[in-house]
Structure formats: structure tokens, C-alpha cells
């Protein structure tokens, strides 16, 4: 059937309410935070508004390059274990009855309902020195005495890692379900092991979804705000709290607006990413 183009301007009506909505919540909101990202901060913590860029000039300071560089890595660390452990599971799953896949699936999915301040006080809880799994590790004799195992580096990776594996395994799951389940057969009527066909076979088949889902935990990573909070130290903190630290607490909107629009951009860049290489994935 071949599409007809509009005729009139009441055929473009379907566009008018997402149109607006994203021009009222995104459009304006974003254009406004890029304005106040070019204004000169008075003292007492007031601005009025310029056009300087002394805001930018700040990014180049060691210290904004050291909590950049650090989002950035906490971020890439996470998203590939995540992918790393999401992958076998899911795998595994798709191998599953229908009645268990459905369970792991609901399981997932009441995961997904906690918050991030639950996550957060739940593994503080799970790793602090009185309550928590060091004091297993001393029964079973792995460990002398109870420590406390945050705030620290580690705490925070297991605490974003937690959080975001659901999201990781919900979207591989449809890509591996999908899959011709005889490449795998065939690979090992020729020899393959199960871990070298997994390895050889299905990742390199899977390579755009993986690519894909690196990206969308990477992006989803960067944004934490209270798990580095809860469980790190201030060393530990990434860009989204240094945004909340200087709007809030140091009274300096136009740099955390200029924070924020760095933000936003490398992470609208990282969507269009993510949207070229599920294009190509199509075309192949």
C-alpha cells in the first residue's frame, strides 16, 4: 500500500501532543539550562546573566577532569559487568521451561519496582561491619574479626551493578529468544564445546544487541546520583552529585548548568549511538 502524504495542516494532528510535550518538557528546560550555563555568578551565590565562558574554562580544571574521568570509568566498569553477567544468564534463561522463564522474568521485573534509595540503604545495611556479610565470613572463617566493606570503590560497583543487571538482562532476553537455537546445535555436532560455541558462535552473533546494551547501561550508569552518595566516599562521587553539590550546596547554578549540559550531551550523543548501530543491525 502506498502512503499518502499530508494534505492539510489537521493531518499533522497526531504530532501535536508528544511535539508539545517535548518542547514543554525537554526543548525549553534544556535551552533554558544552556542559558544560565553562559551566566557570571555573583558573590553570595547569586548570577546575573552574560554570555562568558569561564563556566567551560572550569572543565579543564584537574580537579573536574579527575570526577569526569571517574564517571566515566565507574561507568564503563559497570556496564561491562553487567553485560558480562547478564549474558550467560540470559543465555541459560532462554533455555529455561516457559513456567520458569515467566519467574525469573516476574523476579526481574519486582526488582526493577525498588528504588535507589532502597537499593542504596539495603546494601549499606548488607555491607556494614555489624549487620552485615562479614559477619558470615567470620563464621565460616574467612575473615577474623567483622569489617565494615563500605563506603567504598567496590560498594559502589556492586551497588549500581545490582541495580542495573535487570535492565541488562530484559534487553538481551528478546535478542537471544530470538535466536536460531541450531547455530549453537550445529557448532557442537562440529565439535565446539558449550563454552567455546558460546564464545565463538553466539556473542559474535549477538554483537550489535551487546554493543547496543553496553551503551544504554554505560548511559544509564553515568546518570547515578545516590548510590555513590550512600555507599562511597567523596572521592567516589560522580558528575551527577558534583552537579547537585555546586547548584545546591555551593550555590553555583551557571557551572552546574554547564556540568549539566555536558552531561546531556554526552548522553543524547551516546542515544544516537545506540540508535546508528541498531540501524545497522537491521540492515544486516
Not at 555568578?41 to 554570555?51: L, V
Not at 544468564?89 to 523476579?107: D, E, I, N
Amino acid at each position: 500500500m502506498k502512503r499518502e502524504p499530508p494534505q492539510s495542516i489537521a493531518d499533522y494532528g497526531p504530532l501535536f501532543f508528544p511535539a508539545g510535550m517535548l518542547l514543554l518538557f525537554f526543548v525549553i528546560p534544556f535551552g533554558t539550562m544552556i542559558a544560565v550555563s553562559f551566566f557570571q555568578r555573583q558573590e553570595g551565590g547569586f548570577y546575573t546573566p552574560a554570555f562568558v565562558f569561564s563556566n567551560y574554562e572550569r572543565f579543564l580544571s584537574p580537579f573536574f577532569g579527575g570526577v569526569l574521568g571517574f564517571s566515566l570509568m565507574l561507568a564503563v566498569t559497570v556496564a561491562i559487568c553487567c553485560v558480562v553477567l547478564a549474558l550467560p544468564f540470559t543465555y541459560l534463561l532462554s533455555k529455561f521451561t516457559r513456567r520458569l522463564q515467566v519467574f525469573w522474568l516476574v523476579a526481574l521485573l519486582s526488582v526493577l519496582s525498588l528504588s535507589e534509595v532502597i537499593i542504596g540503604f539495603a546494601w549499606s545495611t548488607l555491607l556494614s561491619r555489624t549487620a552485615g556479610l562479614s559477619n558470615l565470613l567470620v563464621k565460616i572463617g574467612v575473615l577474623d574479626q567483622a569489617v565494615a566493606l563500605f563506603p567504598s570503590f567496590g560498594a559502589v560497583l556492586t551497588g549500581m551493578v545490582y541495580q542495573a543487571l535487570p535492565y541488562t538482562i530484559l534487553v538481551l532476553y528478546p535478542a537471544i529468544v530470538r535466536l536460531d537455537p541450531t547455530l549453537m546445535e550445529a557448532a557442537r555436532t562440529l565439535g565446539s564445546s558449550p563454552i567455546r560455541a558460546f564464545f565463538n558462535v553466539l556473542v559474535p552473533a549477538l554483537r550489535n544487541t551487546i554493543m547496543a546494551t553496553l551503551i544504554m547501561v554505560f548511559i544509564f550508569a553515568l546518570g547515578s546520583y545516590l548510590l555513590p552518595q550512600i555507599l562511597g566516599r567523596p572521592q567516589h562521587w560522580t558528575l551527577s552529585v558534583l552537579i547537585t553539590d555546586q547548584a545546591i550546596y555551593q550555590s553555583n547554578m551557571p557551572f552546574a548548568a554547564a556540568m549539566a549540559v555536558f552531561l546531556v550531551l554526552v548522553t543524547l550523543g551516546l542515544v544516537a549511538l545506540t540508535l546508528l548501530i541498531g540501524r545497522k543491525g537491521e540492515k544486516a
